[in-house]
């Protein structure tokens, strides 16, 4: 389908969303003028980025695309990363999947009562599904998009023995310095780095990861770099191989597979090829999976 809107002007707002602890996480709307709105997608950005890797200051990005296509985005930045509201008590993984997803959700359920897509890179993916097997509600979930997502291919420095450096670092400085070395824009906070590291240690050793991954049953586009060192496509293809969803399907984007390029692990959504290619793809498998009832 051909973006007939692709100069579409759009409409960017941000708002605070309160999570049950009372920790706040930063939403950003983004809605594309005189575009008739299909259902909504909720873009959940991975570690060491934020808000910003969904969409630039200039308006560029995923979410600007698909608002051109139907989709009203919302933007998720957890607590604790960039220009996010302070927020009291802890600024983990773990309470961003309990606490600041479901938030989310019933706030753009007031709004829009039709079920959303969730989109997630890297451990936003994974955030993603972990929330959608607990937290979420199940009926209000039209399905998942995830990009080079994964927990057990890879990772050292977020397995034993290496995540002793991690932690030991990241609680000497009081966050974790992504930007110094070299991994990405945002700075995490401690408790992230614990809970990242917690899951990669215990999740590739205990079950209970992939047992609650075993309650995700909607529809689910998985999509992983032919050239990602970060989460191999090995073990993206193994994340979505936990679900018990009905409706799967995977893609390893890269040359051998039909693309132009190797996509790299950023580059799966942030490059000029993505928007060539990865962006109607996604667009694509959305529109397949919108009922009539939410066009």
Partial sequence: MADDHADAAL?????????????????THVLAEAVNARAPVLLVPGMFTGRRFWLSDKQIGLAAYLARRGYPGVIVQRRGLSDSPASPGRAGLIEHVKYDLPAVQRHLQAQDPRPAFWIGHSFGGVMSALACARYL????VAGLVLFASQFEVGKRMLDWPANRLTRGLARLLGYFPARAAGLGPENEPTAAMMDATHWVETGRRQDYLRATLARVTQPVLALSGAADRVDPSAGCERFIGHFSSTDTQFERAGISHGYSVDFDHPGIVVSKPAQAEIWPRVADWLDTHTSSSQA
């Fill in 11 to 27: 409409t960017v707002e941000t708002q605070t969303v309160t999570g049950a602890d009372g920790g706040c996480c930063q939403i």
């Fill in 137 to 140: 509600e199940a009926e209000a």
